[in-house]
């Protein structure tokens, strides 16, 4: 049983590097399978049965983040950066779901202003993890990962 998972614990481990073209296929991959278990969900949840469709969503919202989260951890060593640069990126992802609407009519131009300051480092960070090549040659994190 542990050979037949094993292949599926490179996917968890953020040690090591991983290239634009492979960051793309596991983004898309978990993608698809987070649509494909909101569908499965919905399902159940037509069959009376919703306690397992959220479930269902549950695990594989757990299961897809720690897979991004590892991949984008690689994505960023491919760029010479370590792991941690990650971390603006989820607090200000986790900020864009404060309630803004409560500020928003009291305070406008701040509301705009933070939107737009969040939206400019999410921008950063897609083009620093998704455009952007990684560094040529080895690098401390490890080999050049195949192109």
Not at 49 to 64: C, D, E, N, S
Not at 66 to 71: N, Q, R, S
Not at 91 to 101: C, I, M, N, R, Y
């Amino acid at each position: 049983m542990m050979d037949t998972l094993a292949p599926l614990a490179g996917f968890f481990d953020p040690r090591g590097r991983l290239s634009r073209r492979h960051y793309h296929r596991r983004l898309i991959g978990m993608l698809l399978l987070f649509v494909l278990s909101g569908s499965v969900a919905i399902l159940a949840a037509s069959l009376d049965a919703r306690f397992t469709g959220l479930a269902i969503v549950g695990v594989t919202a757990v299961g897809t983040a720690a897979v991004l989260v590892a991949a984008t951890i690689r994505r960023l060593h491919d760029r010479q950066r370590t792991g941690w640069w990650m971390l603006p990126d989820i607090v200000v992802t986790l900020a864009g779901f404060a309630p803004t609407e409560t500020f928003a009519e009291a305070y406008p131009l701040p509301v705009i202003a933070a939107t737009l300051a969040m939206t400019g480092f999410n921008l950063w960070f897609f083009v620093e993890t998704i455009c952007r090549r990684g560094t040529p040659g080895p690098n401390r994190y490890g080999p050049e990962p195949e192109r």
